[in-house]
């Protein structure tokens, strides 16, 4: 909607876009500030290796969707910031007899794996597997800790996530909307930028199957998922 005004005397704060803001004409305009969404790549893998420290190397997952180019863009820009860390393949999966394939493949070369792109694998028939059945048989499957940015991930198996937080998100584009109302500032003058603090979700139920123990006050700093989705 807001992208209908830019430029317009009417000032807006958007939350959550997780497009390139100039895709919206929204960067330069005078009316329009807000929070840009992206995913927090180097806080999910360091939530990992808090948990599994040998984690090195890392396979990362995709399907062919270009919804996820600029994921892979931040990811490559970012992996520097983990060190002793390397992204050791970026597949791009077409079928779910491909991934599968893939899963049984990666414990040769990776000690963990980012679960990003899983909602467009084909089956035999050509239609969409759905992502709850791929995350189902990858937690029955697949011997290797993984990750990824959501927090419904990890209640259908995969072990941790640090997700974006909602409550930050509303709270930083509060901020923005008092700079402008009350303390006078041109919404061009504020920086569009994603909030720095996610929320860290971790399956206590995938961590039991792959038989880590993980400390106490890892657990005590996140949200814990005891069951599988499907076990409720």
């Known amino acids: 909607m807001a992208a209908h005004y830019v430029d317009q005397k009417l000032p807006f704060v958007f939350s959550g876009v997780n497009k390139d803001p100039n895709i919206y004409r929204f960067v330069g305009s005078k009316n329009i500030a807000g929070v840009l969404e992206q995913e927090h790549f180097v806080e999910s893998v360091n939530l990992l290796r808090q948990i599994v420290p040998g984690v090195k190397r890392i396979a990362a997952v995709f399907d062919g ?37 893939k899963i049984a493949e990666y414990p040769n070369r990776a000690d963990a794996i980012a679960l990003i792109g899983i909602f467009n694998f084909k089956d035999a028939q050509g239609k969409n597997v759905p992502y709850q059945d791929v995350l189902r048989w990858t ?36 901020r923005l909307a008092r700079a402008i109302l009350v303390e006078g500032k041109s919404p061009s003058s504020l920086p569009m930028q994603p909030t720095a603090k996610g929320h860290a979700v971790i399956s206590l139920a995938r ?3 792959l038989a880590l123990k993980i400390k106490s006050g890892i657990l005590l700093s996140a949200e814990v998922v005891e069951k599988f989705e499907w076990d409720k």
Do not use: C
């Open 65 to 101: 969707d270009a919804m996820w180019d600029p994921v892979i863009a931040r990811m490559r820009e970012r992996i520097a910031q983990v060190p002793e860390v390397e992204i050791v393949s970026w597949d791009r999966i077409q079928t779910f007899d491909e991934y599968q394939r």
């Open 139 to 174: 937690a029955e499957n697949s011997s290797l800790p993984d990750f990824s940015f959501w927090i419904d991930r990890v209640h259908y198996g995969t072990l941790v996530a640090v997700t974006v937080s909602e409550i930050e998100q509303g709270l930083a584009a509060g």
């Open 207 to 209: 961590a039991n199957k």
